[in-house]
């Protein structure tokens, strides 16, 4: 900015200003641009502070299952799939594929959830559920919607990683201000440049990371939010009758997602009352630190039903507390060329009528 | 200057209507039967439209240009009707193969610019093919398309020239539109196919009221003030000039 003394650069045209004293604020020669040489240097000093995020997770100790509680974990021979079921049953199905499951020991030693949110939707819920998603997709194939395979939704509790943490939020932006006014021949524009500020703190709680390596992030990212309010301390008994997905991703590893879901939050938290007040918003800097960072493990429910066809699996899931479901399915690809060709030509004489009306009262 | 070919015209400003000549045919183009289709065409159109509608043909401009000549030509003959003097005259050189509108009073207003080039467009096919009778038929009824628009409280608009129900490039319309519109219609069907979505965000799980701003401040920067000219709100331009009898005329020509 000083190039030498009492020399400056304008930051508007880069035109060289000479500041005399008496002027208070400067203003460029070239461009009619004023500025506040104080302020230009002070922002400069700003920006230039490093700071990194800073994430800091408490290593929480959990208890384990231990053997008395009968926990058993079943391997899919055919998908890899690992579940927990309570009670050594002697076959059971896979619940991602359909398959025979192979016990594979007691889980004592493992991680023991600490809540859990038991089933609120019964079965026949999700299944109707799911019948009604069937309904108004014309391009579903017929022998997909007729395949009697809806007995098949399974209830499972799938693992989670939940993250409580304490965030101060140092936001930095550049931002601009434009007013314009009709004066004689010429319209003015005059447009003032900032560098805005916003710090402060904000708590998130149980932000949820799924923990299972078998259920996509995506699909369960999309079931979410669950009423935590309604969580119980875990026991095994809530397990009877339903699956139970091993967790199998790390806390740590869980750990990159929460951080990037509680960074966007945060940011645009601050961010957000900004957008109103100014016409040009960038953000320069953005640091995060967090406090208290805690994790816990909890159990959710979810109804879900894998259906093989054409070569893929399409999932249906649904969240087994709020009844808000997702799901993928096949399109027939006869169905919807017909449609295309159809509803085009529909269409096209449509438009072709429209023009002709217009044209006659015109 | 030599006008001894020059009509003497009456003005007239109200009812009975005369019988001036409106169509002087100096280069001899057409035969008396289609000057007298051309004279009574133009006459009928001037009469119920209330503005002189003029034909001209020449040979040669006298050492003029074809806009002085045309200017000249309406003021010295005493065409345009009522107080301003309204009226279009159609200069027309076969020799040159130029022509040129002049207008007055009333019709600068009338024909702006796009109204100029519509005449142009519509006549120079028929100039250009050698067909004058159809180039000064034309020339009459595009006139009075324009005049019926400038009664009508408008000002004139490229695009809103009549246009007819032009079947083929309709029906191409209508296929694209409407090809867009299946696909558009198939695609939301499909969409309907998957909803899954990830959350790239924490929404759900801000605690209430956690929120503590505990600074919140502006520094100003830099100010820059710029200017644009403001081009002045108008319906439809029309380009006027001064002629050698000190009045004012619109219009626009060219070649073919």
Redesign the interface.
């Known amino acids: 900015m000083e190039l030498e003394d009492n020399v400056f650069q ?3 045209c880069g035109g060289d200003v000479e500041y005399s004293p008496e002027q208070g604020n400067l203003k460029c020669p070239y ?6 040489i104080d ?2 240097k ?2 400069e000093e ?1 920006l230039k502070r490093e700071n990194r995020d800073e994430f800091k997770w408490e290593d929480s100790s959990f208890p384990c299952y231990d053997e008395e509680e009968g926990v058993y974990s079943y391997r899919c021979s055919s998908c890899g799939g690992e579940v927990v079921l309570s009670g050594s049953e002697i076959s059971t199905f896979c619940p991602y594929c359909g398959e025979n499951l192979i016990c594979s020991g007691n889980i004592s030693g493992a991680l023991k959830p600490d809540f859990i949110i038991p089933f609120k939707i019964t079965k026949e819920e999700a299944k109707k559920a799911l019948v009604d998603y069937y309904k ?5 194939p017929d022998d997909f919607s007729n395949r009697n395979h809806i007995d098949e939704i399974r209830g499972i509790y799938v693992p989670f990683w939940l993250f409580d943490a304490e965030c101060e939020e140092k936001l930095c932006c550049r ?1 601009h201000r434009t007013t314009s006014w ?1 004066q004689g ?24 990371v799924d923990g299972s390596e078998t259920m996509p ?3 369960m ?2 079931i ?2 669950f009423d935590f309010s309604e969580a119980v301390d875990y026991k095994t008994a809530y397990l009877a009758g339903f699956y139970a997905s091993k967790y199998d991703v790390e806390a740590s590893s869980s750990e990159e997602r ?1 951080n ?3 960074k ?2 945060t940011e ?2 601050f961010l957000f009352p900004l957008r109103a007040r100014y016409q040009g918003l960038s953000v320069a800097s953005s640091f995060l630190e967090m406090k208290n960072g805690r994790r816990r493990y909890v159990l959710y429910p979810v109804w879900l039903l894998n259906t093989r066809y054409g070569g893929r699996t399409y999932t249906f899931a649904m969240n087994g507390q709020t009844g808000r479901f ?6 027939d690809e006869k169905k ?1 060329k017909k ?14 009528l429209f ?2 009306l217009i ?2 009262i015109g | 200057m030599k006008r001894s070919y020059l009509v003497l015209l009456m003005l007239l400003l109200v009812l009975p209507l005369s019988a001036r000549t409106l169509f002087m045919d100096q280069a001899g183009l057409l035969d008396e039967a289609d000057s007298d289709v051309v004279q009574q065409s133009l006459m009928s159109l001037s009469n119920r439209e209330g503005m002189d509608v003029v034909v001209v043909t020449t040979n040669s401009y006298g050492g003029k240009d074809s806009r002085s000549y045309a200017d000249d030509f309406f003021d010295y003959n005493g065409y345009g009707r009522g107080v301003d003097r309204d009226g279009i005259l159609l200069v027309h050189n076969p020799v040159a193969r130029e022509y040129y509108f002049s207008t007055s009073g009333h019709a600068i207003e009338a024909f702006n610019d796009d109204a100029i080039d519509y005449l142009e467009e519509g006549i120079t096919p028929f100039l250009r093919s050698g067909d004058y009778k159809g180039a000064y038929l034309k020339f009459a009824s595009l006139a009075e398309n324009v005049m019926e628009i400038y009664y009508s409280g408008e000002a004139f608009r490229r695009e809103e020239g009549p246009g007819g129900f032009f079947f083929p490039a309709w029906l191409l319309v209508s296929l694209v539109l409407g090809c867009v519109s299946g696909w558009f219609y198939v695609s939301t069907l499909k969409r309907r196919h998957r909803n899954v979505s990830s959350r790239s965000d924490a929404d759900d799980y801000l605690k209430k009221n956690s929120m503590d701003i505990v600074r919140d401040e502006e520094i100003f920067l830099y100010r820059t003030v710029s200017r644009v000219y403001r081009p002045r709100n108008n319906n439809g331009t029309s380009s006027t000039h001064v002629s050698s009898s000190g009045r004012t005329h619109g219009g626009g020509g060219g070649r073919y």
């Open positions: 304008c930051p508007s461009c009619d641009t004023e500025f506040d302020a230009l002070a922002a700003i108004d997709k014309p391009l579903l931002a009709p021949d010429y319209i003015y524009t005059t447009t003032s440049y900032y560098l805005v500020r916003r710090e402060g703190s904000v708590t998130l709680e149980r932000v949820p992030d995506e699909l990212e999309s979410e939010p929460a990037e879901r509680i966007k939050t645009d938290l997702v799901g993928e399915v096949p399109v919807e449609r295309l060709v159809l509803s085009s030509a529909l269409f096209s004489s449509l438009f072709f023009f002709f044209s006659l």
